[in-house]
């Protein structure tokens, strides 16, 4: 049962549509014309029963009561029954005055497609054999789910430490997950080797009831990979803390975590992309949703759920990570994503950059221009679809050539090297690539900024630690590469140019424990040479990271920003840093909305004196004065549609 939108404006005009998919008890469609019936605890439904085709009935829920009876704003709760069998799911209905409101459209059909799904189901079924081990194979991939002896009473076999998941066409290419722990703030759920359990098959999915009648642990078969639930059926402590679910991974394969969102990939021997580990999303049986927080310490794993969201969530909860090829488990056959833009201001216009895989397999960076009306300039067009994966890009603009340079990290010698390309204000890629950083080891996340004082881009990324190369405006590398900071475990610079002092600042987070990420910063010369010392812009023993930064020119001085856990959730905070490379004031939250809001950018706008903020969460951002300062609440972010196969259209 879902809703679509999820979030509808309080008044008479506001609906939104409840599509219901109503199986019997072989899990097929019920028959036509089956009748269900709907009552909601707000609002008001247009239908109060339905009839099923195909197994799919519609309902429409009005914010408004009707006859001018008042806006009520809260959450609806719309109940449909069947016979004796109920589903329920929440609708927010928000104030239309308030700051920050996103609605998103209606779509026209269903949000699922039952005879695909029995299709997939029927495909990768999974197997119990006589000694209790569960195993599927999907298009790709095998799966194996055993119990070690101390859970099932019999003689483990050789790898039996729970999930073995391996991809058919590369033998070497293996991931083992064994369950370790399972609590609710202090008080423990599940450690394993306390209860006896046994594995049973339903169609696609493994099922392991970890606690009987309170925690199971399942893996459905999908096409691209395996599906991994931990199901809550109750909540079994309110108010005693946040879910944190553990466990250890047995790979051959170099962790890395990305994000929460992004979760973890696993890297090959090479230094390529094997496997990946989804971020994951806790959901309630209403259908509200959130993301969970991921931390890796060597290859153990930590899944942790936010006690305040269970508090208020419908049971049961499932927390649900995707473990497979990293491009079919995060966006399909045809996915474009990590998108960056650079302003023009001689034509006032933007160059978007992104990483595109419509040619099959391997990922390219695309690019387009970006009229100040919305408006598409031209075509999509390749600035690198070179052998291999070519990921994370980033892009500046230099006025002095009418040029943009685009960089990324790029995996055709067999590792991650920093790679860029020129693009002229037209969107015609010029010169020949540049190999920024083309040595042995890593190189990821690269960030670039155009110094108008030398007539220069700097490039940054990390490769272990913060490192940097100057690039001139024919391409050419003016010098060796350097050190910005000589700690390890340094992660996703970013950089800003400050022409008034011919100076950059630099910015990363550091990881210094399983759960403490910080923010830093260093001052850097046009001409490399380091300024001052390292900063500190978060607080010790915090969790921050994915820092942002944007220069002022009106008052000499940067905006750095980025996400913070420190309120229990995913927050976007921020730091004023002169041009001198001292703090101005304390930290401030720039939005602390109720959920997460991740990976933050940031622009300065000098003709308003103001930043622009935005984040991933409701497709919000914040406009915030040069003192640290808000303006106004959160706004509307709206968007064209950048990327399409042929000639793009805006939507």
């Given amino acids: 049962m879902h809703a679509d939108p999820r979030r509808i404006l309080a008044g008479d005009a506001s609906e939104t549509r409840i599509w219901v998919l109503a199986l019997d008890a072989h899990g097929d469609p019920v028959p036509d014309g089956a009748p269900l019936f ?20 519609r309902f429409t829920l009005v914010a408004g009561q009707g006859q001018g009876q008042g806006e009520e704003t809260g959450e609806a709760i719309v109940t449909v029954r069947a016979g004796s069998a109920t589903a329920r799911v929440a609708v927010e209905i928000v104030d239309p005055n308030a700051l920050g409101v996103r609605i998103s459209a209606a779509p026209d059909g269903p949000p699922f497609d039952l005879p695909a799904e029995r299709a997939e189901a029927a495909r990768h079924p999974v197997a119990v054999d006589r000694a209790g081990v569960a195993e599927a194979s999907g298009e790709s991939y095998t799966m194996r789910f055993d119990l070690p002896a101390c859970l099932s009473g019999r003689q483990a ?67 691209g990979g395996i599906e991994q639930s931990f199901v809550l059926h109750r909540h079994p402590a309110p108010g005693a803390g946040d879910l944190v679910i553990e466990g250890q991974f047995h790979t051959a394969l170099d962790a890395r975590r990305l994000s929460d969102e992004e979760g973890i990939v696993f890297l090959d021997g090479a230094g390529r992309e094997a496997l990946a580990y989804t971020g994951a999303v806790v959901r309630d049986a209403l259908g509200r949703e959130t993301v969970a927080r991921m931390a890796l310490d060597g290859g153990r794993v930590r899944i942790t759920a936010p006690g305040a969201w269970l508090d208020r969530a419908a049971f049961p909860v499932v927390v649900d990570p995707l473990i497979g090829d990293p491009t079919l488990v995060a966006g399909g056959a045809n996915w474009s994503g990590k998108p960056a833009l650079a302003y023009n201001p001689d034509d006032d216009e933007w160059l978007a950059v992104w990483q595109d895989n419509r040619n099959g397999g391997d990922h390219d960076i695309y690019g387009q221009r970006v009229r100040p009306d919305g408006t598409l300039g031209g075509s999509n067009f390749a600035i690198v679809a070179a052998s291999g994966l070519q990921h994370t890009p980033d892009v500046a603009y230099s006025a002095a050539a009418g040029e943009y340079l685009a960089v990324w990290k790029d995996d055709r010698n067999g590792n991650w090297d920093i790679y860029g390309r020129r693009v002229t204000a037209g969107g015609a890629v010029t010169g020949t690539e540049i190999a920024v950083c083309a040595t042995s080891g ?36 003016v010098m060796t590469d350097f050190l910005i900071s000589q700690n390890t475990a340094q992660n996703r610079p970013d950089v800003a140019a400050n022409p008034e002092d011919g100076e950059y600042l630099v910015v990363w987070h550091e990881q210094s424990g399983p759960t403490d990420y910080r923010v830093r910063a260093r001052r850097v010369g046009a001409d490399g040479a380091l300024l001052g010392s390292e900063l500190q812009l978060s607080p010790t023993g915090g969790v921050a990271g994915w820092p942002r930064v944007a220069y002022n020119g009106n008052d000499d001085e940067y905006l750095v920003v980025w996400q913070d856990g420190r309120g229990g959730n995913w ?25 997460d809001e991740t990976l933050p950018s940031i622009a300065w706008d000098g003709r308003s004196g103001r930043y622009i903020v935005g984040w991933q969460g409701w497709g919000l951002a914040q406009r915030v004065w040069a003192d640290g300062t808000l303006d106004g609440g959160p706004v509307d972010l709206t968007a064209a549609a950048l990327c399409g196969p042929t000639t793009p259209t805006a939507r």
């Fill in 38 to 57: 709907a009552e909601t605890t707000l609002g008001r439904l247009t239908e109060r029963s339905a009839l099923t085709r195909a197994g799919v009935a």
């Fill in 442 to 477: 890593d190189q990821l996340y690269p960030a670039v900024a155009y110094q108008p004082a030398t007539a220069e881009w700097l490039v940054v990324w990390n490769g272990g630690r913060v490192q940097g190369q100057r690039v001139s405006l024919t391409g050419t590398l």
């Fill in 571 to 595: 927050d976007i905070y921020g730091q004023r840093v002169t041009a001198g490379g001292v703090l101005t004031g304390s930290n401030f939250a720039i939005s602390s909305l109720a959920g």
């Fill in 157 to 223: 076999q050789a790898g039996g430490e729970g999930l073995t998941f391996s991809l058919s066409h590369r033998a070497a290419i293996t991931l083992g997950f064994a369950l370790t722990h399972v609590r609710i703030g202090e008080h423990p759920l599940f450690t394993r080797g306390d209860h006896e359990a046994e594995v049973r098959a339903e169609e696609n999915r493994a099922v392991v009831a970890r606690v009987p009648g309170l925690l199971e642990e399942e893996y459905a078969a999908l096409d």
